[in-house]
């Protein structure tokens, strides 16, 4: 019912910046919590940042703390990461995800989401 697409990956120098968008469908958009989470090769898929459903409320993992903010625009039906001071150890696919009634420690983990992206890959070179 829901769908989402990310884009804005790509290959970034390290120390440079990637704006991350996750474009929605669906009209209760609005109403979902959403996640940022990635994937690196061999690793599991890691919680980045979870944002509530009117932008009041955000959480982020260690990994991300301090480097990226999540945002939303509800009246594009869109969903932002912005990265910077990136490093190579970044590199991963990223996902975004919608949960239709996760809360709490709920959306700092995978089982929250019910709703995923395709994912748009980041290539941080050193």
């Known amino acids: 019912q829901v769908q989402l697409v990310e884009s804005g990956g790509g290959l970034v120098q390290a120390g440079g910046s990637l704006r991350l968008s996750c474009a929605a469908s669906g009209r209760t958009f609005s109403t979902y919590p959403m996640g940022w989470f990635r994937q690196a090769p061999g690793k599991e898929r890691e919680f980045l940042a979870t944002?509530?459903?009117?932008?009041?409320?955000?959480y982020y993992a260690d990994s991300a703390k301090g480097r990226s903010t999540i945002s939303r625009d509800n009246a594009k039906n869109t969903v932002y990461l912005q990265m910077n001071s990136l490093k190579p150890e970044d590199t991963a696919v990223y996902y975004c995800?919608?949960?239709?009634?996760?809360?709490?420690?709920?959306?700092?983990?995978?089982?929250?989401?019910?709703?995923w992206g395709q994912g748009t890959q980041v290539t941080v070179s050193s």
């Open positions: 944002i509530s459903w009117n932008g009041g409320s955000t």
């Open positions: 995800a919608a949960s239709r009634t996760g809360m709490g420690l709920a959306l700092r983990r995978e089982g929250g989401y019910d709703y």
